[in-house]
């Protein structure tokens, strides 16, 4: 059972930017922290940024200082602001539950938004 939607995702040169949206059931919103996930080409998915539940956030060191991780509450809607984009943030973004230091909380993943950082 799917409990995420990505949206907003897209083809952007190098140095631009993308706003991405995850929706979440309201039962899943209000419990979890929530975190974005990437996976390019033939590599392992990896964490990108986390948000919780009192919206403290912390982000993997690659994007530190460029992608922003923000909540609406009374949207179930986690959003990913991501500046000044690399074409190494070339990638499939998912969101998921977060728990520290664990696996994302629930087995099945949304579709995923693709991005593409290409001139």
């Known amino acids: 059972q799917v409990q995420f939607v990505e949206s907003g995702g897209g083809l952007v040169q190098p140095g631009g930017s993308l706003r991405l949206s995850c929706a979440a059931a309201?039962?899943?919103?209000?419990?979890?922290?929530i975190a974005w996930y990437r996976q390019a080409p033939g590599k392992q998915r990896e964490l990108v940024a986390a948000?919780?539940?009192?919206?403290?956030?912390s982000y993997v060191d690659s994007v530190k200082g460029r992608f922003t991780i923000s909540r609406d509450n009374a949207k179930n809607t986690v959003y990913l602001q991501m500046d000044s984009l690399k074409p190494e943030d070339t990638a499939v973004y998912y969101c998921?539950?977060?728990?520290?230091?664990?696996?994302?909380?629930?087995?099945?993943w949304g579709q995923g938004t693709q991005v593409t950082v290409s001139s």
């Open positions: 309201r039962r899943i919103f209000s419990i979890y922290a």
């Open positions: 948000i919780t539940s009192g919206s403290s956030t």
């Open positions: 998921n539950g977060y728990r520290p230091f664990s696996p994302a909380v629930f087995d099945a």
